[in-house]
């Protein structure tokens, strides 16, 4: 089945120590996470019974959790992971995303103070999914640069994975507008940054290049710069001036949610002679290939339940 057309109804939901069907999972609306997008997340992928990377993601994680000052989560990092073991183990899946929240939690009086607050975790396990659809994982994605610029990093961190995107929102109706269906923002300077949900790279003449600052360091984006090395490919953190981005020989897109996931079009003109380019395509093999080797892996413990 195209990996988009399945449902969320096999996953498994964790909020305030229970287990549940994933679409049982709700949030009460007086959660500062909610009401103020006070929250921080990761998500982490698990391909054919194997977590992808999953101490990078822990260690992404407690820098999150630390940064943004959750201290009374009340479990620790191997906790944490036998959380989201659990999660997979119920959901009997073997290719699926999994998150892990944290939630500011409800305040004790009505001046939300935030130290009144009991922090939440939250964690599910979903059927595998990528963030644009199988048509354009063929084809491509449509992409425009938007006159939105991205929340300034020091106002708030991208590198602490969050849930606060109004200006990806505002973005994506640009380009819903325009007849795309994403939207990659600017910094203050006016270089790229990334998009809802996923790191953008371009190559120029042989250099593969993803923005160095603004962004969150994605753990595909990551992923992928090890793999050029083991390509002879010539991959760099640089800023890319938004004015440069449509003379790139190949651009694509990287997220846990597909990977590595091919650009046909940036604000309407075409990239490259083909799509995926040459480049991409040998990259998203070897991303691919990676995934059984035990120094990116670990395998999900489907036999014992959490309290064993
Ligand atoms: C804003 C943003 N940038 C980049 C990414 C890609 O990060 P990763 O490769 O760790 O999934 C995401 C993933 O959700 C994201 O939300």
Same mark, same amino acid.
């Given at each position: 089945m195209p990996v988009n057309e399945r449902t969320h109804g096999k996953g498994i939901g964790f909020i305030d120590g229970d287990y549940m069907p994933f679409d049982d999972l709700r949030l009460p609306v007086t959660d500062l996470g909610f009401q103020l997008s006070d929250m921080c997340y990761d998500a982490l992928h698990v391909r054919n019974g194997k977590f992808f990377r999953f101490d990078d993601h822990m260690d992404r994680w407690d820098r999150s959790i630390s940064e943004r000052r959750?201290?009374?989560?009340?479990?620790d990092r191997e906790q944490t992971k036998r959380v989201l073991n659990d999660c997979v183990r119920q959901s009997e899946l073997q290719d699926a995303m999994v998150y892990l929240v944290a939630t500011r939690g409800t305040p004790a009086g009505p001046f939300k103070d935030l130290r009144t607050c009991k922090n939440r975790l939250i964690a599910w396990a979903v059927p595998y999914y990528n963030v644009v659809t199988d048509q354009e994982m063929q084809d491509g994605c449509d992409v425009i640069i938007s006159d939105i610029v991205r929340i300034p990093s020091d106002s708030v961190d991208p590198t602490v994975k969050n849930f606060g995107r109004l200006d990806f929102c505002a973005a994506l109706f640009e380009a819903y507008e325009k007849d795309a269906r994403y939207a990659v923002l600017v910094d203050q300077n006016g270089n790229i940054t990334e998009g809802r949900g996923w790191n953008i790279f371009a190559l120029f003449g042989g250099r593969l290049l993803s923005p160095d600052s603004g962004v969150l360091e994605g753990i595909t984006r990551r992923t992928v710069l090890e793999l050029c090395d083991r390509l002879n490919i010539d991959g760099e953190l640089a800023p890319i001036p938004a004015d440069n981005l449509q003379d790139a020989d190949e651009v694509f897109l990287t997220s846990t949610a597909g990977g590595l996931m091919p650009v046909r079009r940036i604000d309407g003109k075409a990239i *490259?002679?083909?799509?995926? *380019?040459p480049v991409t395509q040998r990259l998203t093999n070897l991303y691919w290939e990676i995934h059984d080797d035990p120094a990116y892996s670990t395998v999900v413990d489907y036999a014992t339940p959490i309290d064993n």
């Amino acid at each position: 089945m195209p990996v988009n057309e399945r449902t969320h109804g096999k996953g498994i939901g964790f909020i305030d120590g229970d287990y549940m069907p994933f679409d049982d999972l709700r949030l009460p609306v007086t959660d500062l996470g909610f009401q103020l997008s006070d929250m921080c997340y990761d998500a982490l992928h698990v391909r054919n019974g194997k977590f992808f990377r999953f101490d990078d993601h822990m260690d992404r994680w407690d820098r999150s959790i630390s940064e943004r000052r959750f201290d009374t989560l009340g479990y620790d990092r191997e906790q944490t992971k036998r959380v989201l073991n659990d999660c997979v183990r119920q959901s009997e899946l073997q290719d699926a995303m999994v998150y892990l929240v944290a939630t500011r939690g409800t305040p004790a009086g009505p001046f939300k103070d935030l130290r009144t607050c009991k922090n939440r975790l939250i964690a599910w396990a979903v059927p595998y999914y990528n963030v644009v659809t199988d048509q354009e994982m063929q084809d491509g994605c449509d992409v425009i640069i938007s006159d939105i610029v991205r929340i300034p990093s020091d106002s708030v961190d991208p590198t602490v994975k969050n849930f606060g995107r109004l200006d990806f929102c505002a973005a994506l109706f640009e380009a819903y507008e325009k007849d795309a269906r994403y939207a990659v923002l600017v910094d203050q300077n006016g270089n790229i940054t990334e998009g809802r949900g996923w790191n953008i790279f371009a190559l120029f003449g042989g250099r593969l290049l993803s923005p160095d600052s603004g962004v969150l360091e994605g753990i595909t984006r990551r992923t992928v710069l090890e793999l050029c090395d083991r390509l002879n490919i010539d991959g760099e953190l640089a800023p890319i001036p938004a004015d440069n981005l449509q003379d790139a020989d190949e651009v694509f897109l990287t997220s846990t949610a597909g990977g590595l996931m091919p650009v046909r079009r940036i604000d309407g003109k075409a990239i *490259g002679n083909s799509v995926p *380019g040459p480049v991409t395509q040998r990259l998203t093999n070897l991303y691919w290939e990676i995934h059984d080797d035990p120094a990116y892996s670990t395998v999900v413990d489907y036999a014992t339940p959490i309290d064993n």
